[in-house]
C-alpha cells in the first residue's frame, strides 16, 4: 500500500542528488556535478533518509558507503529518474529546433581539426540551437557520455562500455612528417628503419596516434627512438618545424603546415596509416530533437568541403 505522505516528503530534486553521490561516491564530487553547495547536497540526503525512515548513506570520514537500503533505493531512483528524462526527450521533439543546446566531445585531433567545421556548418542551419565543444581524452570523453554531461562524442574507437553505441563516421590518415630541409624529405620509397635513427616527438602514452605508431614498429621490428613527449599536436609541429625531430599525424592537422611548406609529408612504406572516427552515443529510447538532427546531418561530409 503506497504511503501518501512521501509524494509530498520525497522529491525529485532529492532523488536526483542521491543519485549523483552515488554515482560518484561522493558529495563533493556530486555538488561540483549539481551546480550545488557541498551543504545543499548533505541536506538533501538527510531529509531524504528521514522522509523514508532509513539509513542511506554511511559517511566515514570522506568515504561514501551506500547501505543495504541505499541500493535498493538508488535502482528504482534511477530506473524513474531515466524515465522521467526519456518523457521530457520525447516532448522536446514536439519542439522542433527553435531552440535546444548540443553538447559535443572530441578527442584532441577530430576536435580541434575537423569538429569545428561541423558544428560551424550545423550553426549555419540552425542558428538558435547553443552549442558546446569539449576535447579530452577517449576515455574522458565516454565517462562524460555515461554521466550525461555530453550528448556525443567523436573519437577512435575501441568503444567497449555496452551502454555507449560507436557508429564509423570517416576515415583518417596518419602520416610521417619531417622539416622542410631535412635529408629524407625528398627520398621516395623509404622504410620505417631508415627513421630508426630520429628523435620521433610523441604524444602522451594513451594518445590513439601513439598506440598506431607504436604497433606498426613492433610489427616492422623497428625501436622507435621517443625524443620527447608532448601535450598537444601544435606543440609537436612546432618542434618539427624547429628541427628537434619527426612525428606522425593526422594529414587533418598538418594541412596549413604543408601548404606554407614548413612540413613535408614522406613517402614511407606502410604510411598512411588508417583508422576510423566516429560518433559515440549513450544508449537511449529517445533522442532529442537537437541531437536526432545532428546526427543526421554527420555522415553527409559536405561541411568538410569549403564554400
Known amino acids: 500500500m503506497p504511503r501518501p505522505d512521501l509524494d509530498r516528503a520525497v522529491t525529485l530534486h532529492q532523488l536526483r542528488t542521491f543519485r549523483a553521490v552515488v554515482d560518484r561516491l561522493s558529495f563533493s564530487a ?6 550545488l553547495r557541498q551543504s545543499s547536497v548533505s541536506y538533501q540526503v538527510k531529509e531524504l533518509e528521514e522522509a523514508l525512515d532509513v539509513v542511506l548513506l554511511d559517511r566515514l570520514g570522506k568515504r561514501v558507503v551506500v547501505t543495504e537500503a541505499g541500493r535498493v533505493l538508488y535502482d528504482y ?6 524515465l522521467l528524462d526519456e518523457a521530457a526527450l520525447a516532448i522536446d521533439q514536439l519542439h522542433g529546433l527553435e531552440r535546444g543546446t548540443l553538447r559535443v566531445g572530441g578527442s584532441t585531433t577530430v576536435g580541434i581539426y575537423v569538429l569545428p567545421m561541423a558544428l560551424g556548418a550545423f550553426k549555419k542551419q540552425h542558428p538558435a540551437i547553443a552549442i558546446s565543444l569539449e576535447i579530452g581524452s577517449r576515455e574522458a570523453l565516454q565517462a562524460k557520455l555515461l554521466g550525461d554531461e555530453l550528448d556525443i562524442a567523436v573519437m577512435a574507437p575501441p568503444v567497449l562500455d555496452p551502454e555507449l553505441d560507436f557508429e564509423p563516421l570517416m576515415d583518417d590518415e596518419l602520416v610521417m612528417v619531417v622539416p622542410a630541409g631535412h635529408p629524407l624529405s625528398r627520398r621516395r ?4 628503419q631508415d627513421f630508426a635513427g630520429e628523435s620521433f616527438l610523441m604524444r602522451e602514452a594513451a594518445s590513439d596516434t601513439r598506440r598506431c605508431v607504436e604497433e606498426l614498429a613492433r610489427n616492422e621490428g623497428v625501436d622507435l627512438q621517443v625524443g620527447m613527449e608532448l601535450g598537444s599536436n601544435g606543440a609537436i609541429k612546432h618542434a618539427v618545424e624547429g628541427g628537434l625531430g619527426v612525428a606522425v599525424l593526422s594529414r587533418h592537422a598538418v594541412a596549413l603546415e604543408r601548404s606554407a611548406h614548413s612540413l613535408v609529408v614522406v613517402d614511407v612504406k606502410g604510411f598512411p596509416i588508417r583508422r576510423k572516427w566516429g560518433y559515440v552515443l549513450l544508449r537511449r529510447r529517445h533522442m532529442p530533437s537537437v541531437l536526432r538532427e545532428f546526427v543526421e546531418f554527420l555522415p553527409d561530409l559536405a561541411w568538410l568541403r569549403p564554400d
Open 189 to 192: 620509397g623509404l622504410r620505417l
Open 30 to 35: 556530486a555538488a561540483v556535478e549539481l551546480h
Open 77 to 82: 531512483a534511477r530506473q524513474m529518474l531515466n
